[in-house]
């Protein structure tokens, strides 16, 4: 996934290190040989170059991981959609981006754009397939490193561990205690540097992921954009929003969540926070620096 990961753990019974990492490594592959958009032989890859017409037997974990998207996808209106990789890759992002970045061209936008679209998405829930329409790609950039942590948390849990933190690619899920009873606790990721401090949050039994625009952005003669792309109009977000951070049960859900709230921004995004009763934390940039708002859950839950 071009990431890396993290485990702290309590070992009670003196697993071998050896034995814990190799379950964690199997779980990792699994989620990389079904979702990764970067290995051209994974079940993704695979129905992203299908022909029209081909009908492709979900593994569980796509299966589980599609259905989450396209729940998302349908109540946020689009905000969040797991076909939108044409238009990453021409905003510059991800495996397919071009060397030479620059904005497109409206009639390259327009191409893009028309070829993304989750409505247009075949996916028998009951029978587990997916059918190929034609020409359309997946992209579960946006949520597959949620279920990567979920995953791995279950393999773990199998081998006997129950106070543990994970985190794959900045997306974190606390389960149990640490050592002396202590909850979990993190510190959500900064914005930027400077401005509002950040806050920390204790993860009893419960997953954090957060979603901005910090650490993947382009320039292209004076314009600055991020990689986070609204499916809706195909282009970046134009929004003062910096980054949300949301807490769930689990991961899949808080990353797929954080993703769609960044695209629908710090007004639409905390409206639909609320509506949904999501924890989510935003930080939106204002003339006199960084402003925090929270939803109502995450103030139930973390009380800042």
Not at 82 to 89: D, F, K, M, Q, S
Not at 233 to 260: F, I, K, N, R
Not at 264 to 292: C, S, V, W
Request: hydrophobic content about 45%.
């Amino acid at each position: 996934m071009g990431t890396t990961w993290s485990l702290r753990f309590d070992n009670p019974h003196m697993l071998p290190l050896d034995t814990v990492r190799a379950a964690m490594e199997a779980a990792l592959a699994r989620v990389v040989a079904q979702m990764s958009h970067w290995q051209t032989d994974s079940d993704l890859s695979r129905y992203n170059r299908a022909a029209a017409g081909a009908v492709h037997a979900l593994a569980s974990g796509f299966a589980t991981v599609l259905a989450c998207a396209l729940r998302w996808a349908e109540a946020s209106g689009g905000a969040l959609d797991p076909t939108v990789g044409p238009l990453v890759a021409l905003w510059g992002f991800g495996p397919e981006a071009a060397d030479d970045v620059h904005p497109p061209a409206p009639e390259a936008l327009r191409a893009a754009h028309a070829a993304c679209g989750w409505q247009r998405l075949p996916f028998d829930a009951v029978a587990g397939t997916l059918r190929q329409p034609g020409g359309l790609t997946l992209d579960f950039s946006g949520i597959a490193k949620g279920f990567a942590v979920d995953h791995v948390v279950e393999g773990l849990r199998a081998l006997g561990l129950k106070d543990l933190l994970l985190e794959i690619g900045g997306e974190l899920r606390g389960v149990g205690r640490r050592p002396g009873g202590a909850s979990w606790t993190v510190q959500i990721a900064a914005p930027e540097d400077g401005g509002t401090a950040s806050p920390t949050v204790a993860l009893a039994d419960l997953a954090v992921a957060t979603s901005g625009d910090r650490w993947h952005r382009r320039e292209h003669a004076g314009r600055r954009w991020s990689h986070t792309i609204d499916p809706r109009t195909g282009e970046p977000v134009g929004h003062a929003l910096a980054s949300v951070t949301v807490l769930h049960a689990e991961c899949m859900q808080a990353d797929a969540l954080a993703t769609a709230l960044t695209v629908l921004g710090p007004a639409e995004g905390l409206a639909f926070a609320r509506a949904h009763d999501i924890a989510a934390l935003f930080f939106e940039r204002k003339t006199d620096g960084l402003q925090a708002s929270a939803s109502p859950a995450w103030m139930e839950r973390v009380g800042a």
